[in-house]
């Protein structure tokens, strides 16, 4: 049964930084790509990054880039979401994923597997 917890959420202001973590156990597949993605209260959930360590591809949504780095650990069973420069608008669940794809992409069609999500919360 694959499961994914992440952790790393909390409070922080404007300007600051968080890190979260999702770490993916019972995953099977040797191909595996992992994502972030976000839902605000009201919006609809939206991708913020994805990984794929096999092919060596990342990818951003606009609104984050140059601002959040995801990057996973040598065994690929950890994706971290590295968080600088946080805005109020940042503010949402997150909500790790994964799944058995070869390039890293912020469509939610090719994940699989999802966690329970992290909140995080900005304030200006």
């Known amino acids: 049964q694959v499961q994914l917890v992440e952790s790393g959420g909390g409070t922080v202001q404007a300007g600051g930084s968080l890190r979260l973590s999702c770490v993916a156990t019972g995953y099977r597949d040797r191909r595996k790509c992992m994502g972030w993605f976000r839902q605000a209260p009201g919006k609809e959930r939206e991708g913020v990054a994805g990984i794929c360590p096999d092919s060596g591809t990342t990818t951003y949504a606009d609104s984050v880039k140059g601002r959040f780095t995801i990057s996973t650990d040598n065994a690929k069973d950890t994706v971290y979401l590295q968080m600088n420069s946080l805005k109020p608008e940042d503010t949402a669940m997150y909500y790790c994923?994964?799944?058995?794809?070869?390039?890293?992409?912020?469509?939610?069609?090719?994940?699989?597997?999802w966690g329970q999500g992290t909140q995080v919360t900005v304030s200006s």
């Open positions: 994923a994964a799944g058995p794809w070869g390039w890293a992409t912020l469509r939610e069609s090719p994940y699989n597997y």
